[in-house]
C-alpha cells in the first residue's frame, strides 16, 4: 500500500546543477502537487496537475519546473539550483481538484543545496 | 483570501493530560479547515477535516475539533495525551473550490513528557 512515492529523500546539490524530484502515486488520482516545507512557513504550493495534461503555477513557482508524465507520476525539476531551495519538498494527489478533498502526501524529500 | 494562526509553536503536556492545540482562521466565505500530523521524517497525514455539516468533527486516534464561526476558530483537542501523539500539528484552511487555495499554518509541535 504504496500511496504517494517520491525520490530521493535525500540530495545534496551545489549551485547551479540542476536536478529532478520524482513522484509517483497508485491510488489512481487526477489531481498531484508539489510543496516545499520552510522552517516557520508551513507548507507552500509550488506547481499543481489538476488533472492529466496540464499544470498551474501555485505560490512559490520561481526556479522551478514540472512535468506531469502521466496519470501516475508527477516530476518537478530545478534547472540552477539556489541556496534559497534548500527545503524539504513534499509531493501529494488527491482524488480530485476541489478543496474538500483529502490531499496524500509523500514522506519528503530533503535537498540541500551548497 | 485567507489566512492560519496558530497559536503556539511548541506545546507541551504530560502523558494523560488534555491536549489543545489552537487555531484561527481568517477567511471571506465558508471554510474548509483541516488539521494534518506530522510524525518524524514523515509526510502529512489527515487528521480530520470539517467542510459541512456538524461542527464537532472527529478524527483519527482520538483526536476532535470543534468548528466555531463566531470565534473564527478550529481548535484541536484530545482528553489524554499518549507518547504516540508526538509530533507536528498544522491547521489548514481552504475555501469551496479548487484544492490549490489551501493555505497552511506555520505548525505546533507537541512534546509529550512522562
Known amino acids: 500500500n504504496a500511496g504517494v512515492t517520491q525520490t530521493p529523500k535525500f540530495q545534496v546539490l551545489k549551485t547551479g546543477q540542476s536536478m529532478t524530484l520524482q513522484c509517483a502515486q497508485d491510488?489512481?488520482?487526477?489531481?498531484m502537487y508539489w510543496y516545499r516545507q520552510d522552517p516557520g512557513m508551513g507548507l507552500r504550493l509550488i506547481y499543481y496537475s489538476a488533472s492529466e495534461g496540464t499544470t498551474d503555477k501555485g505560490e512559490v513557482p520561481n526556479g522551478y519546473n514540472v512535468s506531469r508524465l502521466n496519470k501516475r507520476e508527477f516530476s518537478l525539476r530545478l534547472e540552477s539550483a539556489a541556496p534559497s531551495q534548500t527545503s524539504v519538498y513534499f509531493c501529494a494527489s488527491s482524488e480530485a481538484h476541489l478543496s474538500g478533498n483529502t490531499i496524500y502526501f509523500g514522506e519528503g524529500s530533503w535537498l540541500t543545496v551548497v | 483570501a485567507q489566512s492560519v494562526t496558530q497559536l503556539g509553536s511548541h506545546v507541551s503536556v504530560s502523558e494523560g493530560a488534555l491536549v489543545l492545540l489552537r487555531c484561527n482562521y481568517s477567511?471571506?466565505?465558508?471554510?474548509?479547515l483541516f488539521w494534518y500530523v506530522q510524525y518524524p521524517n514523515q509526510g502529512l497525514q489527515l487528521l480530520l477535516k470539517?467542510?459541512?455539516?456538524?461542527?464537532l468533527v472527529k478524527g483519527i486516534n482520538g483526536f476532535e475539533a470543534e468548528f466555531k464561526k463566531s470565534e473564527t476558530s478550529f481548535h484541536l483537542t484530545k482528553p489524554s495525551a499518549h507518547m504516540s501523539d508526538a509530533a507536528e500539528y498544522f491547521c489548514a484552511v481552504s475555501a469551496a473550490g479548487t484544492a490549490s487555495k489551501l493555505t497552511f499554518g506555520t505548525g505546533t509541535r507537541l512534546q509529550v513528557t512522562l
Open positions: 470539517y467542510t459541512t455539516g456538524a461542527t
Open positions: 491510488m489512481n488520482h487526477n489531481s
Open positions: 477567511s471571506s466565505v465558508p471554510p474548509y
